[in-house]
């Protein structure tokens, strides 16, 4: 069987050197996978979970979801995508770690031993798992997915 690596983000701004590592296939198969990605600012924060969900909706479906499709072509409004698939969308949240104090907070064995176990895929992979919290939540209507610049007047 082909090997599998497991890749750690730090600093993953809003994922595009992960998602090039993820989107490489050889012969059918994907050598690597994205067990955590952290990043603490806010915007590329939510663009990272995005990709997650998109990346994980598609994996499963084998396509993008309608309901983002048409709001990017100006057909519906900004959809709920944990409405849209609650297992993606709880996948994406828990690759996707915004980490606000990553600088100013003291990493202790737990959170190395976490991360090593992450990118050899001995642990489950979750965000929910470490002492930090994404400000997005799993079916909070208050905090639903925005995505990229907010456009004024």
Known sequence: MPSTF?????FAGP???GEGFASLVEDGHAPFRIGISVEKEASAHRTLTLRAFLRE????HGVLPKEFIDFHAGLASEPDLSAVDAEAWQ???DEACALARLLRSQVDANHVQYITAASSHRAPLACRD?????????GSA???PSWGPKMSG
Do not use: E, K, Q, T
Request: proline share 7%; hydrophobic share 40%.
């Open 142 to 144: 208050a905090r639903r």
């Open 15 to 17: 994922g595009g050197l």
């Open 130 to 138: 470490l002492p930090f919290r994404s400000p997005l939540r799993h």
């Open 6 to 10: 497991g890749i750690v983000d730090l």
């Open 57 to 60: 909706y598609r994996a499963r």
């Open 91 to 93: 996948h994406a949240i």
